[in-house]
Structures are given as C-alpha cells and as structure tokens.
C-alpha cells in the first residue's frame, strides 16, 4: 500500500500517522520527493481500512497494491481449491455441471426433469424453492416443501441439490441440502454471508449484477473468514449498456478470478443471456475459457414454466448440448466425473 | 399488454392463450395483419407474469404498456404521499434534511454530531448501527448499543431517528426507530422487503448500484403491497463507467420517480460522489431538481471516523451548506418546517 | 507518477529505467522497501507514455498522480475562461442559453424559431446543418444551405450561430459560423480534433456516450494543444444501464470539470434525456450545480420536426421554461447578459 | 412497427397520421381496444423514422418490431458472407488470424514481425500506421510512411494487410491496402462510413465501446448502403464498470450478430481485456462461441513498443496460442486457409 501525502502535510501530523499504522504491526517506508512525500507501506495490508486513510487531512490518495482479501487469494494458497459434493468433485480439473428448472413446481415436474437431466449427464440437480422475483406478485417458490421436493428427487436420482437461499431465517431448511446457493442480488446481503461462513457446505456465490470482480472475492472472503473456504463463484452476466441480451456474460471472468483465486469458476450461462438458444455457444465459450462447471436452466415445458421459462431448455435440447459439453470438456483437458456415485 | 404472435403460431395454440388470459380475469382483442398478429391485452395487467409468457412457444415478444406496479404508481394515486415522521412531514412540499455520521461510534461522538446538525437546522438524525461494508475485516457498526445511543440523542435534540436495517432477525431493535433505512445493497432483498411491509413506519428504501428506476418502484410495490405505504425513494448515485465520483448521481431520478409515483424522493448527496466537496453542488441540483430532501453524512472529525471519513462534512462546513440549502429550498418553493416539534 | 517494479526486477534494468526516464528531463527517486521498489518521477509528466511504461519487464504497475492534461487544466491556469462568441460572453459567471431547432429543415422554420428564441431571451442560435444519425435512411441534415439559412436568421436576430462539424472536408462551410460544435460521437475523432486545434472560434465539444471526464479534458486538450484555447465542455448525459430516461445526465460533471479545468462547462438537458417535459428540472439542476450554459433544443412544430421531435419545445414551453432560468441564474449569482449586442 | 396512439388522440390526427404512413408505401392495421388504439404498420420499415412518429402529438410509443436495417440482415441474405482479401477466405467456415503490432514502427520491426507471425500461422498482417491515441502528446504512427512499410512487409511474406483509416482525407493512401479498418471511436463517425461504402475493398468495423449490436450493424448498414457490402464486424471489448479489464470482452456478442446478420465476426482479444496473458483464454473462447476470426497484437519487443505494449504478445507466445489456436479452429469445425497463396 502505498500512502501520497498532500504537500502541505505538517511533520507532526505525519509523524502521528507512522505511529498509527506501526501501531498496526506494519513497517513503513517513507520517501521524500521534491514536493511529494511518500508512505510504502510494508505487511499484511489486508485489514488496513483504506476510507480511514483516505480521509486524513495529510493524505492525498491511498493506492493498493496488495488484495484486500486473503483466504480466497491464489498468492497464499496457490493449489486449486477442489470442492466435494456427496463425493463429486469441482474445480482443479473437475468439471460439474448442475441442471435443472429454475422454480421446483410441484413433484411431477421434479422428479421428470431430474431423470432427464441425469441421463443427459448432468452431475449435479438445481432447481429454486425460494425465488428472488422483481415483483411481489409473481411466484415466490414452494419454499420448504420444494426443498423437500428436491430431497425426493435426489434420492431417486442420486444427484447432489442445489437451491438457493434467501432469507437466514429459512437456515435450518437448508441442512439437508448439499450446495447452498446465494444468488445475485445477495452477493453483498453480509449478514446473509458471515452466517453462511458457520455452515460446513459448499456455498454457490453467484456475482451480483455490478459487482467488480475484487467484490465478488470480498463477498467470498466475508464466508471464508467465518471458517467455511467450501465456496464456488459463479459468474451469471452483468448489466451493461447492452439490451440484445439480458445481461452481458463476462467471459473474462473465468481466468481473472482463476488468476487471482483458488476458488473454483462456474457459470451461468441460462441466465446470462436469457435467450434458450444462446446456452450452447455461450457454455462452449466458457469451457474454452477455462471453467470449472456449468448451470443450466433445464425445464420438462418451459411455456408452462412459472418463472424463466424464456430462457430454460426442454430436455432433448439438453440432451443434444451435454453431448457436445463432454467432448468439449475432454478437449480442452477436464475430466466430467460422471460415474463417482 | 401487447403480444406479438410469432408468424407460424397455431390457432388451436392461439385459443388456448386467448383463454388462459381471459381466465385471469383479462379482456384479450385479437389484431390480425398480413404476417402478424397480436393481442392486445386489457384490464390489470399488473399481476401478469410476463417471463411465463415470453415463454410459450406460440409467443415472438411481449411489451407492456402499463407499468407492472400499482400501489407506487402515481397513476392510481394522483396526489404526493406526505410521510409523517413523529409530527415531522416529509413530501408534498416538505422538504427534510437528515444528517450524521455514517456510523455511530460512541456517545460522545453520536450527541455532539446530533447538537451540531439540530444547531445548523436538520431535521432528522442519521447514523448507523449496522454497517454494510465491503470488506469483513472492516468495522460492523455497533449494532443494538448504536440504536441505544441514536436514541439518547433522539431524546436529547428531538430529533427523530433513521438508521439501517441489514438483518430480519433484528427486527425488533428497531421497535423504537424512526425511519428504517434499507440500503442499496439489499434492495432487492425480498425477504427484507416483505417483512417491512408489516412494519408501521416509514421505510427509507435506497437504490441499488445498478437497479432500474422500475426496479425501485417494484421494490417500494414489495414492502406496499404488504401493508406499508410509507416509503420513501433515495437515489445515492448509480455504477457507471465513469471513474472520478465514486457513483454517479443520476438526477434525472428526481422527476422520473415523481412523475411515476407519488412518494417523497431524496437525494443522498454524500454517497453519490463520495466527494466532501461536492456535497454542496449536488445538493443544490438536488433542491432544483425537485427532491423532497437530502440524507447528509457529518461527524466531528471526520479524519478519526470508522468508516466513509472521506465524504463526512465537518460540522462548521455542513451548517454553511445548510444555510444555503434552506434559502434555495424556499426559493424553488418547497418548506423546511424546522419548527415543528 | 509513481512507478512500482517487480520483485524480480534485475538492477541493470532497473538503472536503463532510470536513464530513460532521466532522459526525457524528469527527475527519479528510487524508494526501497523490503521486496517493492518504487521510482517517483518528478516534473512535468503530462507527456509520459505511461502505456509504453506499463510494458516494461520490469514495471508491475504505474499510478499517475499528475493529470495528463496540462492546457485544460486549472492548476496551470487557474482564472475561469471566458469565451467571447460576437461579444457574448460565456463561462467566468456569464450565463448562455443556445436555443433552436435539432436540424434545420428549411428557411420559414429557423427564421421563425430564431425569432422565437431570441424573444424568449436565448443568447445563441443553434441548429444543425449536418446531422449524426444512427441510421443511413434517416434525415442527414441540409448540409452548406442549413449553414446558409443559419447566417440569414443570424442577421435577423442578431444571435452568433453554433452548428455542428461533421467531417474535416467542410471546414470552410463553418468559416462564418460563430461556435463549432463537435457532437458527442466524434468527442474522439482526434484527426477533426488536430484541425480544429487551428480554427480561431470557439469549439463546443460534446462528452462522448461512455467517455470520461479525463477523455473529454483529453480531447480538448488535442484541440488546445494546436493553439486554440477556446473550449466549452459540453455534458449531454451518458450511457447506462437506466432505461427511462434515452441518457443519464452526470449532473456531477459540472463541478468536477469546474474544479479540473478553467474552460466552460454547458449542459445539454435536451439530448441528456430525451423527454421534453424533463428540460426544465434538468435545467434547474444544472444552473445550481454551478453551469455555465444551455443548449436547449426548440421546434416550431414538434411533431413535424424530421429529425428529435421527441425532446423538442414548442416556443411557448421554451418561453416559460427561459423565465424560470432567468430567475435561477440570478438567484445562483450568474448574470445573463441578454443585452449585450 | 406497432403505434400505440394516446387515449385522447383525435380521430381526425389519427386518419391524417395513418395516411402520412400509407403515403410511404406501407399498409396500416388499426386495432381498437377499450381505451387503446393500436396501428400495426405492415411492409418494409426499414426506413421510418421512429424518433418522428414519437414525436407526434397523438403517438405514445412506437415499437419496433422489424431490425431497422436491411442489407446486413440474415432474414434478407441467409447465406453466410465469405469476404475474401487477395485470395484468403473470411466467413462461412474460413477462419483468419490477422496478427502484428499495434503501431508499425520502423522497417525493421514491422518486417521481423511479419515473418515471424507469418510463421506462426497467421494469415492476415495488421499493424497500424494512424494511431487514435487519447493523448495529443502520444506517438500518433508513422502514417504513410507506415502503410509503405506493410505494403513491403506483405510483399516479402504474401500476408495481406490490415490498417485503420481516421481520417476520409487519407484515403488515397489506402488505395492498396487489403483490408480497411474503422476503429472503435470512429464506429459513429457516419461520414467516414459513408464514403467507405463507396470502396471496393474489406472493411474491418470495429463496435464502439459503448455502442449496442444494433448500433453496429446500422454502422455496417450505412457502408453497405453506399454498395459495399464486404463488411467485417469486430467486437473488442465495451466500456463497464469493471476495472480489473480495461474493457470486457462481450463473448455474446458473437452468437448474436451471427444470428442477425450473415455478416463475418472476428473478435479481437488484445484490446478487450488488454492483458497479454489473458489473450490465449479469450481467443480460445471466441472460437468456441463461433468467431469467424482473430486480431491479434504482436510486438517483436513489447517492452520497446510505441504504444499498446502491455497487451502485445512476443512471437514466441504468439507462436504457442496459434498452435492451440489452430487445433481449437479445427475442433470447433471452421477451417484455417493457411496455405492459400
């Protein structure tokens, strides 16, 4: 970190601040320019409160060097991160992908589609019991009886289950379920991450709609920080000036945050782009882009779908993009772990 | 609601739609042109999922006319809603200006902060207790001791209290606040949202970094639609490209928003540049915008401040704004009733 | 410039560095710190390439502290411009208003809005000659003749003229126009840029949809660099996310360009959002954030206009809008100096 | 085209208005509802003016329904475009790398680099001899003098050659360059287009870093409408809010303008994320979303490189990623054309 002091900066006030960040367990390296003084500052930067610095009266501007987060940092834990699900594996080589309807619906629908998904390959089952919805009318999710739902079709099938989380309160419906989902518009819901940081389960975080890259792994630090370094970071599109689609998938995503974590990538490519028939090229990009996985919106009648049905694949067309998904995958050097179970 | 068919959509497929709409309690007219037809939906289209539409294979695209909120709606409810926060009115006229630290510290900092702002005219005491910050080494607030000591001050000055709500489950702390603030970061926190529309209090609900002026309406429609009339929109500066403000304040929100809806509209001019400097401009286009008031950080000594130090006013600066801010309140014809209690 | 080396970084490299920057007359201070080293550079570094910099072997990073804008920037100039257009004045706390049509369609219409406009107490005439449109089908202005027509209602009135620069090959059109003005798609169009660095008139330079405001000082600084110092910076909204509104007007630009530079700053409400009834409370929220001008655009007859009917006053509408703006300027404490000619 | 008219519409404007559209040549559908009248406007919209209709007194809003362009429109020409430069096909399953520096520098370099790329596989040779530089005081190219230079590099190595054009007054220095490119900030530079649709020669038309895919195509419609319709579309990164790219490579951009428009789409992974190491990742994800082609950025010496080092690749690098390039191409189906010549 590296502190510029405005030129007028008295020796006493700057003298103070030495004290303080010494104070802090770090060393500081002061340089004297013509009419710039500057601070390097020398440790473990990652707890210094950069807003507190910046609004001292001596200081100019404060640049970081160092990342702000640590555990969810490649620089201090290099090797890929693996994450286990029921004994399937994601990430350092592992690829998964998770299918399934946006909104369990009822039982039928379910157990169809999860059958379906599997024989297609898929390696995972997602589907929503509680669903973020833009309007209070639209449907809001079984709840606990679509998780129970789930549980069903996981029993049938053997596939792990994903579903998403919305609320703390609703934790205890969760125990059960093997990858804990927070959705975009909850990637910053910290009281929602600091509990999910006491829970021993993979946690699915998905990128909130403009969030940086760097707060995506703040997020990922908010759950690790509590004990819990099981966490998956999902990439699902960002809102731009663009209206073609719904949102604009950040393929560049994938091997940033693969550089500066070991966290394993997935993404999202249904809801990236909202469009059924941009799923294929788009899951084809992110394989070649180095992904870990894959989550797909898979629906037995999407036009009777209560939420997303646009954007969600009838099974044959998932059936047809698995196909190419696995010979991809073997292309570019992972393996698909289809038959651990 | 218009509905574009798509060319090669069957009749028999057509009826069904016809009827599944009419069952929904909607009138549907049929418009048949050479290679296009479409229905015009009419009635309450409000409750219409339009995803689930879009879905259906028969459907080429779907374009409201109505806006899919109602209760927020200035449409159905033409006059302002004025809030009335203990006997203070905010809205149709009455223009507010709540002021304090971004996050209550202590005591002694909390009480001189609340004698300052009342002495140089606010109306309403801000401060947080919970903080949402992006880093989890970061400070947290105070949490209940921070609502403890918003209160002393409130029963010191007179000055009703607003302060931030980040977790259900702490519902029943802010039993004694006066307006519940929902910050950016969770205002597409449905759960949040619903919960507070059994609240009897005025609600302040922020825009998201990257939330649509119909996604703030349809989150006001959220805690509305539960009972909760009393909202209160606040733009606090949009995530944008530009990279000299930390957000950019999107002005054009104060007559949008008033224009769409009849709630009161603030303006959060500390956190929409994250500039001290530019408080003053940006409150000013504010006023003559037409906001119905302003949210303003101070704290006395904002060098030592916990969090945001570097968009906090000093006292002395923040009363030389609200000099100017009631002359130009009264100039542009709204009043500042600072003498209510 | 601060310059951070690499860890790796050999000596002998980092010594032909230090050369190399000596070289271009600047002075090194090298700081060493236990594994970072940093270079100060001190002098004028406006002309450092700071990209050739960032491809050295030995550079992990380059942060500026120095603006890369020397002509447009107010710490070397720190007395407002004030641009003489005919004897009118703008900037230094003269206030303009350039009202008229979006084209000019033909010679009854801008006579007859000129007139208009002029009575309404608008300072300048604009109209454009030569249009930007999106699309090759769309009106493309009257081109020579619409500058012809422009200096006919010149004559009339009395009021300078500003119209807009499309193509470096019909500069000598413009050689009796008052104000060129450069349109937002061509804010980076640096070989127009370079030519009108030789013109001795006012430039009217438009923001780009997604530049930032060190780009638009960038391109004024092309112009200026070539000799011609007198720029307006003109804010005409920008590209987001935001859908209500055709651009989101960055209100915020006015006192940051105020405070980078010492040129003229206008704001365009009528292309910011491109509603009508939106010109107003944006032109209210642009004269209290501190601006210089308007552009402001007027139609004889909207709904007839070939080309921004949409965001176009009827002259009774710019009428009552202009005597609200007279009010506001005054109470701001710009003057107007309607009468000067 | 759907005309939603307003409910107090006059009957008398609503027949004049309907006449004034069939007067265009197109049929007119109304369809009354309740208390909405519909006009569905049938035939070739192309050319209706949208911004005029809704400027009307009696229009609410206008819908497209129809892309507002037609030569670049697949519904028009179903076929695949295959733009061939000097024998070397582009488009239709022919895949193109064009590689070399960002400036052309001196002889020496530009040659070296030309063999070396030309080894390396590489079919196209670009390099830039005007440089659109942000700042006045950048190396702007060596002009002329540098498209001399690629006309001797393609002698020696038979690579046809890649150059953009700023400015219209220069285009007789591109009489015998093969492939004429626009770059990103002149995308809406219309009178530039307009006069390259008058070229008998490939255009290379770089998206506009905050321009939509629609955008881009009418810019590639304004060429073709002049009669030139060998146009390649290029999409290089847009302008977001994320900072750890210096632009974010729009991966969907690909599948859909391929969708739209039968007109080829080479990705550019230099300038998208503008980091070298980043280049391999996205050039492999280009071709798996179903680019037609690459432009990438060599320098023989980045750390030397006049301008764009920090993301041009060493020949050596370049060299690997053409191998993978190579196999990835020949994976995904499309065919490279190496030996043509």
Redesign the interface.
């Known amino acids: 970190m590296?502190i510029?002091l405005k030129e007028q900066a008295a020796p006493q006030k700057i003298r103070e601040l030495i004290a303080d960040i010494e104070g802090q367990g770090l060393?500081v390296?002061q340089?004297?320019?013509?009419?710039?003084t500057?601070l390097?500052i020398?440790g473990d930067t990652?707890?210094v409160?950069v807003?507190?610095l910046?609004?001292?009266?001596v200081v100019?501007?404060v640049?970081r060097?160092q990342e702000?987060?640590k555990s969810a940092n490649r620089k201090f834990h290099p090797q890929d991160t693996v994450v286990d699900i029921r004994g399937r594996k994601l990430g350092g080589g592992h690829f998964q992908v998770a299918a399934g309807p946006c909104s369990v619906e009822n039982r039928e629908q379910i157990l169809t589609v999860a059958d379906q998904v599997k024989a297609a390959g898929a390696g995972l089952l997602r589907g929503g019991a509680f669903k973020?919805?833009?309007?209070?009318?639209?449907?809001?999710g079984l709840g606990g009886e679509g998780i129970e739902l789930l549980k069903e079709a996981r029993e049938r099938t053997g596939l792990p289950i994903v579903t998403e989380i919305?609320?703390?309160?609703h934790l205890d419906l969760f125990e059960d379920v093997d990858v804990i989902q927070v959705g975009a518009?909850?990637m910053?819901?910290?009281?929602l991450?600091?509990e999910l940081g006491h829970v021993d389960k993979p946690i699915l975080l998905k990128r909130?709609?403009?969030n940086?890259?760097?707060?995506l792994l703040?997020s990922a630090?908010?759950i690790m920080?509590?004990g819990n370094e099981q966490v998956i970071l999902c990439e699902r599109g960002?809102?731009?000036?663009?209206?073609?689609?719904r949102n604009?998938?950040?393929?560049?995503a994938?091997?940033?945050l693969k550089?500066k974590s070991h966290l394993p990538v997935v993404i999202d490519p249904s809801h990236?782009?909202g469009l059924t028939?941009?799923v294929e090229?788009?899951s084809?990009?992110?394989?070649?882009?180095?992904a870990d996985g894959l989550i797909i919106e898979v629906h037995n009648c999407?036009?009777k779908?209560?939420?997303?049905?646009?954007q969600?694949l009838r099974p044959a067309q998932f059936s047809e993009i698995m196909d190419k998904v696995k010979k991809?995958v073997d292309?570019?050097g992972k393996s698909m772990d289809e038959n651990q179970m």
């Open positions: 590296i510029i060393s390296h340089s004297q320019g013509v009419n710039t500057l390097g020398i990652t707890k409160d807003e507190k910046q609004a001292l009266d100019a501007q640049k060097i702000p987060y973020p919805r833009t309007s209070p009318y639209a449907f809001q919305m609320n703390i309160s518009r909850n910053q819901n910290f009281e991450l600091k909130g709609l403009a940086t890259l760097e707060e703040m630090e908010y920080s509590g960002i809102r731009t000036f663009e209206t073609s689609t604009t998938l950040d393929i560049s994938v091997p940033m550089k990236a782009a028939w941009m090229p788009l084809m990009a992110a394989i070649a882009a180095g999407p036009e779908a209560l939420s997303d049905g646009a969600s991809t292309f570019f």
